[in-house]
């Protein structure tokens, strides 16, 4: 009978059991819970439109990464690169200086303001930003071909050589500097580090390339000789120019002389004027 009774009462009962003693629902399916996106998923959000050329809902999603989490090193890099991008140096130099005070060990950040810095013109502290990041990935070739390409417009070649020397074998230091030197237009340079490159390793395909896409040897040899050549010959035209016009005294001028007034045959007046 007990048994019967509190099946009864309890099936009588449980319709009418109050709200507290009820198990609480679980406040993360609410479907009235806005939903939080972490700073991560926003700066990804953002290098895809930055991907489709789609700018503005970029800088969009990383500026919302930021109010987020205002020292996200991720979503400040990402924001310098966008402004890097679009050419605005300054606020791109701000931002990756903000990636570096919140992650100092962050080599890339170095890397690419030390590179704006040196697109800018300002060679000295580009090459200090460069050799941290160095000095932070001794190994990464990237980094050290930029570094050898500010000590080369600096105008110490054989300085950005031995930077190349650190993390290439002989021969491709040599033609990563030809290359350098390629890309500045100093023909001459490009053909010595190509040829000493091709010396030591004759089956450097790189080296061999950039040399056939500037026509071969016997192409850039035939360059350099006619340049040579149209730069002596034109300073021996203006000396033989120059010796012969010593010895002639100038000629007297000619007085001037009074033109004749043209006679024209008169011409009826036009009506109207």
């Known amino acids: 009978m007990s048994s019967a009774y509190a099946k009864t009462k309890t099936a009588i009962t449980t319709p009418f059991t109050t709200a507290s003693t009820a198990t609480p629902a679980d406040p993360t399916t609410s479907p009235t819970k806005p939903v939080t996106v972490a700073p991560e998923i ?8 930055e991907s489709q050329g789609n700018y503005a809902k970029a800088m969009d999603s990383y500026s919302r990464a930021l109010e987020m989490e205002a020292k996200n090193p991720t979503a400040l890099l990402a924001m310098a690169r966008l402004y890097d ?6 606020k791109a130099a701000e931002f990756y ?26 060679l000295k ?6 050799q941290k990041a160095v000095n932070l990935q001794p190994k990464n070739r990237s980094h050290r071909a930029s570094l050898a390409g500010v000590i080369l417009d600096s105008g110490d070649a054989e300085a950005a050589f031995d930077e190349l020397r650190q993390v290439e074998a002989p021969a491709m230091a040599h033609y990563q500097l030809a290359y350098l030197h390629f ?12 040829n000493s490159a091709l010396q030591i390793d004759p089956n450097l395909k790189p080296a061999r390339d950039l040399l056939n ?6 192409n850039v040899s035939s360059m350099i000789q006619q ?3 149209i730069y002596q010959q034109a300073g021996t035209l203006a000396g033989d120019v120059s010796r012969g016009l010593q010895g002639f005294a100038p000629a007297p001028p000619v007085p001037a002389q009074p033109l004749p ?5 008169s011409q009826p007046a036009t009506p109207g004027f």
């Not at 991008?85 to 300054?90: A, E, F």
């Not at 100093?186 to 010595?192: G, S, V």
């Not at 007034?261 to 045959?265: G, I, K, L, R, Y």
């Open 85 to 90: 991008q679009q050419k605005d140096p300054n």
């Open 183 to 194: 890309n500045r237009k100093n023909i001459p340079a490009t053909q010595q580090h190509l």
């Open 261 to 265: 007034t043209p006679a024209f045959p």
């Open 227 to 229: 340049g040579q050549q």
């Open 97 to 122: 200086r903000k990636a570096i005070d919140v992650a100092p060990n962050n080599a890339d950040a170095y890397a690419e303001l030390g590179n704006l810095l040196a697109r800018a013109g300002n």
């Open 42 to 49: 926003l700066v990804a959000q953002g290098s895809y439109f």
């Open 213 to 218: 896409s500037m026509g071969g040897a016997q």
């Open 125 to 130: 502290e580009a090459r200090t930003e460069l």
